[in-house]
């Protein structure tokens, strides 16, 4: 008997199991050089598939040196271009003309090639991959109820994440290192698994890196040249709840039911977002409504009526285009976290489903300003009108968004009244926050008694930036800004800068004040009072955090009081770049460039900027 084996039978370790079951016992084995080729391209990208297909090669020959079976490998050497092509079926196409050449059994376990080769008029042994029952596997024993997160290295000691929800604790489980042979034996483990059955399913494959969704498990396996060494990531639910169990009031869970909605679930890393995201699925599910998610990888534990789609064809706009024909009632979103990731999220909003959208956010409000300057700010509530804040694995705040045209707390002119969203908490109904256009730039302020009076209130120290930028914009000096009222400032310049300040005719002064809303008297220094305070109230000193405000153009970082200064950006400690303070306290960055897609990773993954003076 000859047989002629494709890629797909070698990599599953079919072969070799049925010459040692008898079934090829004694069989001529031609092995095409593709096969090697296209096998040893995968290993050298550090795929497990690669991997395992040549320890197949390896007991073939040894099998054949017991005499258990005749190898010979034959065929023309694929280009690079050939294996590169691969998926598009030129290697099947030459091992099925080896066969044809031999007048061999082509062997298969792709359904496809199968079908195929029956066309052509070849004599095809089609091993249907097998769905065998695993019982535990290596990995899975690190694990116990408590456990979130197994994390194992060569030569490293095992650690995991272990503790109840939001009190989970990173610890060493086993004194002595591991081995590398212990590392790989159990990646590959995992991957027969996920190839031989259909427990799981192969998540991402790059070089050097797999991600695979098996059973409840999430597990990342990297490799060399990506990775220092072996390394086996495993994540996995440490409870599945309903949403009975987090005690929402009523009225929080008639708001879901009673339209489609856009809520945010917001919190820290291993806050329990997820946890609640599939409560929230479930819920929706249980009152009748279409329930879809988007994910990658795939790792929410919800029930089979729910379906989970990844990125098509690398792309979660492909996905949510799909779902805009599909109209689910309800889209869960995990994770929103690029800006690509919101825009979906808000042109899916903004075309009729509801959506909910897991965010990294160490306070509520801060899953909010993600938005801004991804979406247009009035048009904000309509993609987001409920934002729900994780901490502890317990629901700790819940915001309510809604648009208003109003004057903003603090301020009193008339003429000042604008769109305000304002962002109320839904228990109290208290308004904690507002947020607004304010000469051009986009106003987050926090609402309280410390804020709704006095000079060093948040409006007040808002109206005394926006002074000081607008003069610094045809100031050539220090400008210093003394707020006299809620609508009168007084500012002092150098002297040889009031005439650039006034204008002709007072043409550059009014502009100011029109644009502001606040009657302005110029005045050098020399006129300024002896105490009155130089330092603009809220400067950013060394190593305190920056604010960064994200526009439809720019990324800024408000840095009052180091203007002209040279200053490191840091994010978490580490460095981003060095850049000089302008004139007007800050340092803007346009959208696109390098650096501001540094800046704006920091912000989404909830890391802390500061600052440090070279």
Same mark, same amino acid.
Request: hydrophobic share 40%; aromatic share 6%; proline share 3%.
């Given at each position: 008997?000859?047989?002629? $084996?494709?890629?797909?039978?070698?990599?599953?370790?079919?072969?070799?199991?049925?010459?040692?079951?008898?079934?090829?016992?004694?069989?001529?084995?031609?092995?095409?050089?593709?096969?090697?080729?296209?096998?040893?391209?995968?290993?050298?990208?550090?795929?497990?598939?690669?991997?395992?297909?040549?320890?197949?090669?390896?007991?073939?020959?040894? *099998?054949?040196?017991?005499?258990?079976?005749?190898?010979?490998?034959?065929?023309?050497?694929?280009?690079?271009?050939?294996?590169?092509?691969?998926?598009?079926?030129?290697? /099947?196409?030459?091992?099925?003309?080896?066969?044809?050449?031999?007048?061999?059994?082509?062997?298969? !376990?792709?359904?496809?090639?199968?079908?195929?080769?029956?066309?052509?008029?070849?004599?095809?042994?089609?091993?249907?991959?097998?769905?065998?029952?695993?019982?535990?596997?290596?990995?899975?024993?690190?694990?116990?109820?408590?456990?979130?997160?197994?994390?194992?290295?060569?030569?490293?000691?095992?650690?995991?994440?272990?503790?109840?929800?939001? +009190?989970?604790?990173?610890?060493?489980?086993?004194?002595? $290192?591991?081995?590398?042979?212990?590392?790989?034996?159990?990646?590959?483990?995992?991957?027969?698994?996920?190839?031989?059955?259909?427990?799981?399913?192969?998540?991402?494959?790059?070089?050097?890196?797999?991600?695979?969704?098996?059973?409840?498990?999430?597990?990342?396996?990297?490799?060399?040249?990506?990775?220092?060494?072996?390394?086996? &990531? +495993?994540?996995?639910?440490? +409870?599945?709840?309903?949403?009975?169990?987090?005690?929402?009031?009523?009225?929080?869970?008639?708001?879901?039911?009673?339209?489609?909605?856009?809520?945010?679930?917001?919190?820290?890393?291993?806050?329990?977002?997820?946890?609640?995201?599939?409560?929230?699925?479930?819920? *929706?599910?249980?009152?009748?409504?279409?329930?879809?998610?988007?994910?990658?990888?795939? /790792?929410?534990?919800? !029930?089979?009526?729910?379906?989970?789609?990844?990125?098509?064809?690398?792309?979660?706009?492909?996905?949510?285009?799909?779902?805009?024909?599909?109209?689910?009632?309800?889209?869960?979103?995990?994770?929103?976290?690029?800006?690509?990731?919101?825009?979906?999220?808000?042109?899916?909003?903004?075309?009729?489903?509801?959506?909910?959208?897991?965010?990294?956010?160490?306070?509520?409000?801060?899953?909010?300003?993600?938005?801004?300057?991804?979406?247009?700010?009035?048009?904000?509530?309509?993609?987001?009108?409920?934002?729900?804040?994780?901490?502890?694995?317990?629901?700790?705040?819940?915001?309510?968004?809604?648009?208003?045209?109003?004057?903003?707390?603090?301020?009193?002119?008339?003429?000042?009244?604008? $769109?305000?969203?304002?962002? !109320?908490?839904?228990?109290?109904?208290?308004?904690?926050?507002?947020?607004?256009?304010?000469?051009?730039?986009?106003?987050?302020?926090?609402?309280?008694?410390?804020?709704?009076?006095?000079?060093?209130?948040?409006?007040?120290?808002?109206?005394?930036?926006?002074?000081?930028?607008?003069?610094?914009?045809?100031?050539?000096?220090?400008?210093?800004?003394?707020?006299?009222?809620?609508?009168? +400032?007084?500012?002092?310049?150098?002297?040889?800068?009031?005439?650039?300040?006034?204008?002709?005719?007072?043409? &550059?002064?009014?502009?100011?004040?029109?644009?502001?809303?606040?009657?302005?008297?110029?005045?050098?220094?020399?006129?300024?009072?002896?105490?009155?305070?130089?330092? &603009? $109230?809220?400067?950013?000193?060394?190593?305190?955090?920056?604010?960064?405000?994200?526009?439809?153009?720019?990324?800024?970082?408000?840095?009052?009081?180091?203007?002209?200064?040279?200053?490191?950006?840091?994010?978490?400690?580490?460095?981003?770049?060095?850049?000089?303070?302008?004139?007007?306290?800050?340092?803007?960055?346009?959208?696109? !460039?390098?650096?501001?897609?540094?800046?704006?990773?920091?912000?989404?993954?909830?890391?802390?900027? &500061?600052?440090?003076?070279?």
């Amino acid at each position: 008997m000859k047989i002629v $084996p494709d890629t797909s039978v070698v990599v599953d370790g079919r072969i070799t199991q049925k010459i040692e079951e008898g079934e090829f016992k004694g069989a001529k084995v031609i092995v095409h050089e593709s096969v090697v080729a296209e096998l040893e391209s995968q290993a050298n990208k550090g795929r497990e598939t690669g991997h395992n297909g040549i320890d197949e090669l390896k007991k073939l020959s040894e *099998l054949a040196q017991n005499g258990h079976i005749v190898l010979e490998y034959e065929g023309k050497r694929p280009t690079l271009e050939e294996v590169k092509m691969a998926k598009g079926g030129e290697i /099947d196409a030459m091992i099925r003309a080896l066969a044809v050449e031999h007048d061999a059994t082509f062997v298969t !376990s792709d359904g496809v090639q199968s079908e195929i080769a029956k066309a052509k008029g070849l004599e095809v042994i089609y091993l249907r991959p097998e769905d065998p029952e695993y019982g535990e596997l290596e990995i899975e024993q690190y694990f116990d109820d408590k456990t979130m997160s197994v994390h194992l290295k060569e030569d490293v000691e095992p650690k995991a994440k272990r503790g109840d929800i939001g +009190a989970m604790r990173f610890r060493k489980i086993r004194d002595r $290192p591991l081995e590398g042979y212990e590392v790989r034996r159990m990646a590959q483990e995992i991957i027969e698994v996920v190839n031989r059955s259909d427990e799981g399913f192969i998540e991402v494959e790059k070089d050097g890196m797999t991600i695979v969704q098996l059973r409840s498990m999430r597990i990342a396996i990297a490799r060399p040249p990506f990775s220092n060494g072996h390394e086996i &990531t +495993a994540v996995r639910p440490v +409870a599945k709840v309903d949403i009975e169990d987090y005690r929402l009031s009523d009225e929080l869970k008639q708001r879901l039911i009673e339209q489609q909605r856009g809520m945010l679930i917001a919190g820290s890393p291993g806050a329990g977002k997820t946890t609640f995201a599939q409560a929230v699925a479930e819920f *929706l599910n249980d009152h009748e409504y279409a329930v879809k998610t988007m994910e990658s990888p795939r /790792d929410l534990q919800v !029930s089979a009526e729910v379906t989970q789609y990844s990125k098509l064809e690398g792309s979660m706009e492909n996905t949510a285009d799909v779902l805009l024909m599909v109209r689910p009632d309800y889209t869960v979103y995990d994770e929103v976290r690029k800006t690509d990731d919101f825009e979906v999220f808000a042109d899916m909003r903004l075309a009729g489903v509801g959506m909910v959208g897991v965010v990294h956010a160490t306070r509520a409000i801060d899953s909010v300003q993600r938005l801004v300057g991804r979406v247009e700010l009035g048009m904000i509530p309509q993609v987001v009108d409920t934002v729900v804040h994780i901490e502890d694995g317990a629901v700790e705040r819940v915001y309510d968004l809604e648009s208003v045209v109003k004057v903003p707390e603090g301020l009193v002119e008339e003429d000042l009244a604008r $769109p305000v969203i304002e962002v !109320s908490n839904f228990e109290t109904g208290d308004v904690e926050y507002e947020i607004y256009s304010y000469n051009r730039q986009v106003v987050v302020m926090p609402i309280g008694e410390k804020e709704r009076g006095g000079k060093e209130g948040g409006a007040w120290n808002l109206v005394r930036k926006e002074i000081q930028r607008e003069i610094g914009e045809v100031a050539r000096g220090y400008v210093d800004v003394e707020l006299v009222d809620d609508d009168q +400032a007084v500012i002092y310049v150098e002297e040889n800068d009031i005439p650039f300040v006034i204008g002709k005719d007072g043409a &550059t002064i009014n502009e100011i004040e029109n644009s502001l809303g606040i009657n302005i008297e110029v005045k050098s220094h020399d006129e300024r009072p002896d105490d009155m305070v130089t330092e &603009t $109230p809220g400067s950013v000193a060394q190593g305190e955090a920056a604010e960064v405000q994200v526009t439809s153009r720019h990324v800024i970082m408000e840095l009052d009081g180091m203007e002209g200064e040279t200053v490191e950006v840091y994010a978490d400690g580490e460095y981003l770049f060095t850049a000089t303070v302008g004139r007007q306290g800050d340092i803007k960055v346009s959208r696109g !460039s390098e650096i501001a897609e540094a800046l704006e990773d920091a912000v989404d993954a909830g890391r802390h900027v &500061t600052v440090e003076e070279v």
